[in-house]
């Protein structure tokens, strides 16, 4: 049978082949986003999971927009206004999935930064949606470029990782923030913000949210996968109430509802008096790990590599001198080291930077040494 033509454009993921060799006990991985499994707050939720064997409702068909314990705890937890709702989905994928189908007819203009995430170039792509693009600087998105593409290209969305972007870890500073919410609001374009990592920031001040700025105007969509677990599959989207209503309609399609079970879970685990601690504890391991990885790139890579600090997140950008990144990554995953090559994370036709993508969460402080000194020893012999 002949597969649609819009997912004939789709590249195969070269991610999913670099994370299955990457599975090899001999090698390093800082190649996926993932968080270190020791740290799942499996302890906190094993009150709830003795607690859920006695609730069969729970294990009931539920409501498409999500568990009702849970969708009041966050709805307090997020301080929505009163014009604004809340949709669980089955992680932030889902959100951009629904919110690619709901809003996006083949050729409408979305636009995004670069580089930018994978899964939201794959779920675009696969709407037909005609990509524009706008480079990103160490504060956020270039501000003239996105005035400009605003005012001529009339885009109908704007995505953007504002918090410890993927896959540069960039985090906008605070007038970029303003400045985008005021032209999304002046030029009349909904931003749709993705804030995976948002609480993973381990220095520097917490910034508001850019939709805190211009709340009628966005979509926010957020993710339990990188301070809970990912494997519970939980996100959240919210805006306001027009812009959730098509969500929740194909959402009914999609999978009628996300696991009930694991909404209830995920309410008990927030609910828990430690929930907070551990996500401090994370944050603490993660810079720990971060600082031991910068230290060692500052150290030990070759001359003419761009490095670029970052305060939260889990990806480090490392700009490197022209070359086949696809090559050096293979090379790279004989000598032990797994790592993602930037071009995957450009759409087609954009210019790509020569860099790689490294992750700092999931492997140990003595990892990360040993992987950095594979990198490093490879890149003076490139
Ligand atoms: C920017 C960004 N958005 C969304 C996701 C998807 O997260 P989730 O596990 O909540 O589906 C990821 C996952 O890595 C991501 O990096």
Same mark, same amino acid.
């Given at each position: 049978m002949e597969i649609a033509q819009s997912l004939q454009q789709i590249k195969s993921s070269y991610i999913r082949e670099i994370l299955a060799a990457a599975s090899d006990k001999n090698v390093i991985s800082l190649a996926g986003g993932l968080p270190d499994e020791k740290t799942f707050p499996l302890e906190?939720?094993?009150p709830t999971l003795e607690r859920l064997a006695d609730t069969p409702e729970v294990f009931q068909y539920g409501s498409t927009s999500g568990? #009702?314990?849970?969708?009041? $705890?966050? #709805?307090?937890? $997020?301080?929505?206004? #009163?014009?604004? &709702? *809340?949709? *669980?989905?089955? #992680?932030? @994928?889902q959100g951009l999935d629904l919110i690619a189908r709901a809003y996006v007819n083949p050729g409408d203009k979305v636009l995004m930064e670069v580089p930018s995430y994978l899964g939201a170039m794959q779920v675009f792509g696969l709407v037909q949606a005609n990509i524009l693009t706008v480079s990103q600087t160490d504060f956020g998105p270039n501000l003239e470029e996105l005035e400009q593409c605003f005012a001529e290209q009339k885009p109908k969305m704007f995505y953007a990782v504002p918090d410890f972007h993927n896959p540069t870890g960039v985090c906008w500073a605070l007038e970029t923030r303003q400045k985008v919410a005021e032209l999304c609001i002046q030029y009349d374009v909904a931003l749709i913000e993705d804030a995976p990592y948002r609480e993973l920031r381990f220095s520097g001040e917490a910034l508001p949210m850019v939709s805190d700025f211009c709340p009628q105007n966005a979509i926010v969509l957020r993710s339990f996968s990188k301070i809970a677990? +990912? %494997?519970?599959? *939980? %996100? =959240?989207?919210t805006g306001k109430v027009s812009y959730l209503e098509p969500l929740i309609k194909i959402k009914q399609g999609a999978d009628l509802h996300s696991s009930v079970p694991m909404q209830a879970l995920l309410h008990g685990l927030l609910e828990h008096d430690n929930f907070e601690t551990h996500i401090t504890i994370i944050r603490e391991l993660y810079k720990s790990r971060y600082? =031991?990885? $910068?230290?060692?790139?500052?150290? @030990?890579? +070759?001359t003419g590599c761009v490095l670029r600090p970052v305060d939260g997140g889990m $990806? =480090?950008?490392?700009e490197i001198p022209e070359c086949d990144t696809f090559e050096l990554a293979k090379q790279?995953?004989?000598?032990?080291?797994?790592?993602?090559?930037?071009? =995957?994370?450009?759409?087609? %036709?954009?210019?790509?930077? &020569?860099a790689l993508r490294l992750n700092f969460t999931n492997a140990t402080s003595e990892e990360l040494k040993v992987a950095v000194t594979r990198l490093a020893h490879v890149l003076h012999i490139l």
């Open positions: 906190l939720m094993k568990y #009702g314990p849970l969708l009041s $705890f966050l #709805g307090d937890y $997020f301080k929505l206004p #009163g014009t604004h &709702t *809340i949709m *669980i989905t089955t #992680g932030s @994928q677990s +990912p %494997g519970l599959r *939980i %996100g =959240v989207v600082d =031991v990885m $910068f230290s060692e790139l500052e150290k @030990q890579l +070759p $990806f =480090v950008w490392v790279l995953l004989v000598n032990g080291v797994a790592v993602v090559p930037s071009p =995957v994370f450009y759409p087609e %036709g954009a210019e790509v930077k &020569t």
